[in-house]
């Protein structure tokens, strides 16, 4: 059963500092694992992926590294800015394309 | 080329009432997923519709729930008989076609529903 677990709630920093959000998965079965980006009241945006044969992905500011036998991933945010500040949700593929979601980690990137 | 549109944004129905909730895919767009968040939770898969085709609904709870994409209009989750639990926002999502990469579904801006 594939499951997807974001342990901290929330992660504050300050502006420039690098955000660091975790994420641990049960079973990697499939192709994918996704970062996606949540602002209040609108639906989560694609931020960033990387597949399960490589060990990071970087674009612009945002880097996901993948340690297959930790069964660990995670987003670097560097500089962060308060743009920046969202919920965070770590996703991972199925057979079928559904999206497994983590519970999600609220960023607030302080001025 | 216009983005997911879900429609109502905000739905409020009493115990017992029935909530309809549409969901118009991206232009080209034949697959949708609904999702459901609870308050405080991450995004729960519920089902993934082609045109007029249920292809996974492993997330539907087995009462009350339904939805259909027919080959016109919009797709509909139909929530019957709404309890206060089914209080939450209602995500859905569409793809042009599986295969082309995980960044290829697109999220409307949700349903929030409430039950008084």
């Known amino acids: 059963d594939q499951q997807v677990k974001q342990n901290s709630p929330s992660l504050s920093v300050q502006e420039g500092r690098i955000s660091i959000l975790n994420c641990d998965y049960t079973n990697s079965m499939f192709d994918y694992f996704l970062w996606y980006k949540k602002y209040p009241a609108e639906g989560p945006t694609f931020l960033i992926s990387?597949?399960?044969?490589?060990d990071k992905n970087e674009d612009g500011r945002f880097t996901v590294f993948l340690n297959k036998s930790a069964k660990h991933l995670s987003l670097h945010i560097v500089p962060s800015q308060p743009g920046d500040s969202a919920v965070y949700f770590c996703?991972?593929?199925?057979?079928?394309?559904?999206?497994?979601f983590g519970q999600g980690t609220t960023l607030q990137v302080k001025p | 080329n216009a983005g997911v549109m879900q429609n109502p944004r905000h739905l409020v129905r009493r115990r017992g009432q029935e909530a309809r909730l549409r969901c118009s895919p991206m232009k080209g767009h034949s697959h949708v997923y609904w999702y459901r968040q609870l308050p405080e939770e991450g995004l729960k898969f519920m089902v993934y519709l082609q045109k007029e085709n249920i292809i996974d609904e492993s997330g539907m709870p087995k009462e009350r729930f339904s939805a259909e994409f027919p080959k016109e209009g919009p797709s509909i989750l139909r929530i019957q008989q709404v309890v206060r639990g089914d209080s939450a926002a209602y995500f859905c999502?569409?793809?042009?076609?599986?295969?082309?990469?995980?960044?290829?579904?697109?999220f409307g801006p949700g349903t929030r529903l409430l039950v008084l």
């Open positions: 996703a991972e593929t199925s057979n079928t394309g559904k999206l497994i």
């Open positions: 999502a569409s793809s042009p076609l599986r295969g082309q990469g995980p960044e290829t579904q697109y």
């Open positions: 990387i597949s399960s044969i490589k």
